[in-house]
């Protein structure tokens, strides 16, 4: 069903706005090297979750494995997840340039090959387009981020506030944008009154188109930060408290990109302090709710009808004893 998935939405919006940056804002995209990026992020999706796959059935199985799970680990499917690469293509659309072929594909193969390798039981840490950008950046020549492409215009913000809050709701994320936009919002505050500045460029700085999409789609991905609210607290005010470091002490304009990628390995450290649920795409946070209130009742009827049929079983056999009659032993 469409739209049935959140990633269907992502996939939605995240095209709608590849567009809006093309048709308003003037952009010289090529669409051939979309087409390589987006071709390249699938094709490396499909090629390593069928290394992965066949990796698995080389795996003995074990008969008497005291684990379920452990037992069935050689024969377990391995779930294709063609839209989260389609996802990461987007991004790498919406937020890298370059002018060559062969820096997209370097990009969006190693977004992609990232999730496979940089794990914590079984978790990736990494944001792949995030990892994908910062590895053109590093490894290449011609890659560049421009983080003024959206410009300043209210109507994005509610745009990108719009949609992104669509999303949010659905994977109940909503804590890591406000705590990182928060805490980013207060520092420039702080700093524009240090300074002396009239409250415009304050306004300004937060009104970037590139900040709320990094902090409505990319810092948000639920599969790569920390499981617990307290968690995500301290992972996106510390991203925040980087960011505003790199930008206003070291005029680093893709800021907010470098420090995601230096405090993405802190979710491990998070998740070992603060246990919770892993989030799961097939289940979002409304559904794990409703199914928790659903299970309780059902398995308390289920002890009360156990408990009045051993009742009833109890009452026959008795009143069946009383209904022999009795004879005398001797």
């Known amino acids: 069903m469409l739209l049935k998935d959140v990633r269907d939405y992502q996939i939605l919006f995240l095209s709608?706005?590849?567009?809006?940056?093309?048709?308003?804002?003037?952009?010289?995209?090529?669409?051939?090297?979309?087409?390589?990026?987006?071709?390249?992020?699938?094709?490396?999706?499909?090629?390593?979750?069928?290394?992965?796959?066949?990796?698995?059935?080389?795996?003995?199985v074990q008969d008497n494995c005291p684990n379920e799970l452990d037992s069935g680990l050689a024969n377990a499917p391995v779930n294709l997840s063609l839209r989260s690469a389609f996802i990461t293509a987007l991004g790498l659309s919406l937020l890298l340039r370059a002018d060559s072929y062969s820096t997209m594909i370097l990009a969006g193969a190693l977004a992609i090959v990232s999730k496979f390798i940089f794990k914590f039981r079984n978790k990736h840490f990494f944001n792949p387009a995030n990892f994908g950008i910062i590895a053109a950046l590093i490894l290449t020549k011609d890659a560049w981020v421009s983080p003024g492409q959206w410009g300043d215009e209210w109507w994005y913000a509610l745009l990108?506030?719009?949609?992104?809050?669509?999303?949010?709701?659905?994977?109940?994320?909503?804590?890591?944008?406000?705590?990182?936009?928060?805490?980013?919002?207060?520092?420039?505050?702080?700093?524009?009154?240090?300074?002396?500045?009239?409250?415009?460029?304050?306004?300004?700085r937060l009104m970037s188109g590139s900040l709320l999409l990094f902090a409505l789609f990319m810092i948000t991905d639920p599969r790569s930060i920390p499981n617990a609210r307290s968690g995500r607290l301290v992972w996106a005010m510390s991203i925040?408290?980087?960011?505003?470091?790199?930008?206003?002490?070291?005029?680093?304009?893709?800021?907010?990109?470098?420090?995601?990628?230096?405090?993405?390995?802190?979710?491990?450290?998070?998740?070992?302090?603060?246990?919770?649920?892993?989030?799961s795409w097939g289940e979002t946070p409304s559904t794990v709710f409703s199914n928790l209130d659903n299970s309780k009742p059902d398995d308390v009827e289920s002890e009360s009808n156990t408990s009045r049929l051993a009742i009833s079983a109890h009452e026959e056999s008795v009143a069946t004893l009383t209904e022999i009659p009795s004879t005398p032993l001797f």
């Open 16 to 60: 709608l706005f590849l567009f809006l940056g093309i048709w308003t804002r003037d952009w010289t995209l090529r669409p051939d090297l979309i087409l390589v990026v987006m071709v390249t992020c699938l094709a490396t999706q499909w090629l390593a979750v069928s290394i992965k796959q066949n990796l698995f059935n080389l795996l003995p």
């Open 160 to 204: 990108f506030a719009g949609t992104g809050g669509t999303i949010l709701k659905r994977v109940g994320r909503w804590d890591t944008t406000a705590a990182f936009l928060g805490s980013y919002a207060l520092l420039e505050a702080i700093r524009n009154i240090w300074l002396g500045w009239t409250w415009d460029v304050f306004l300004h």
């Open 240 to 279: 925040a408290l980087f960011t505003f470091t790199l930008r206003n002490q070291f005029f680093v304009s893709t800021a907010v990109f470098w420090a995601l990628f230096a405090l993405a390995p802190l979710t491990i450290l998070l998740d070992f302090i603060w246990s919770a649920p892993r989030f």
